[in-house]
């Protein structure tokens, strides 16, 4: 099964800050790449899909990069409503879906 | 408004079963591939199984192959899964979550709000 490594596992950070969030695949996914954003008690919601193509009502401050093995999740200013986990996804070696472990984005 | 809600969560003994539902509506149901979905408390999130528009291509992990079931019924816009011989590690919020695509490229664009299934004497 492909792992997906998400770094850092926590973040602070500050509203206005611009944060980078890093997954990296096991093997080569080429862009089969989703990320989603996860609030406590809530279900998952996606942001990106195919690396760097945001979801329809996403704000654009989120943007997705990366292909291959590594990729990143960025947030450039960031508001109150951002402190979540964020979950990647490889949709490769499809059925066999595979999930980052998740970074929890917390307020300095 | 598009929408699942996922019910039949509860308490079960090791070794008991359970079925959960997930009504969809706001799309058409018959046309959308559909996903199960969970995760353990305070864990990350665990894929479990995929069933495709039409139920006939049907996908599980590896740790749920043989004792849970997935299925759907298109003239009544659900998606189900058969949960048997039940264990504490299966104990997790599950969700439905239905499956798109961008040409090859796939994603869960849209969630429940997830049931609680707790595995537990």
Redesign the interface.
């Known amino acids: 099964a492909i792992r997906m490594t998400q770094s850092p596992s926590s973040l602070s950070a500050s509203t206005g800050d611009r944060v980078t969030i890093t997954c990296r695949a096991s093997q080569g996914i080429s ?2 790449l ?1 990320w ?1 954003q ?1 609030k406590p008690g ?5 942001l990106i ?2 690396a760097s ?1 945001l ?1 329809s009502g996403v704000p654009s401050r989120f943007s997705g990069s990366g292909s291959g093995t590594d990729f990143t999740l960025t947030i450039s200013c960031l508001q109150s409503e951002d402190f979540a986990t964020y ?1 990647c ?1 490889q ?1 490769y070696s ?9 970074t929890r984005l917390e307020i300095k | 408004e598009v929408q699942l809600v996922e019910s039949g969560g509860g308490l079960v003994q090791p070794g008991g079963s359970l079925r959960l539902s997930c009504a969809a509506s706001g799309f058409t149901f018959s046309s959308y591939e559909m ?1 199960w ?1 969970r995760q353990a408390p305070g864990k ?4 479990v199984s ?1 069933i495709s528009s039409s139920g006939s291509t049907i ?1 599980y ?1 590896d740790s749920v192959k043989g004792r849970f079931t997935i299925s759907r019924d298109n003239a009544k816009n659900s998606l189900y899964l058969q949960m048997n011989s039940l264990r504490a590690e299966d104990t997790a919020v599950y ?1 439905c ?1 239905r499956e798109s695509y ?8 849209v ?4 049931t609680t299934v707790t595995v537990s004497s």
């Open positions: 862009s089969y989703a989603y996860q809530k279900a998952p919601k996606l899909y195919a193509t979801q979950y996804q949709y499809y059925p066999s879906i595979t999930f980052g472990q998740g | 996903n979905v990350g999130l665990e894929w995929y996908y992990a969700y979550a961008y040409y090859d490229s796939r994603y869960m664009d969630w429940g709000k997830g």
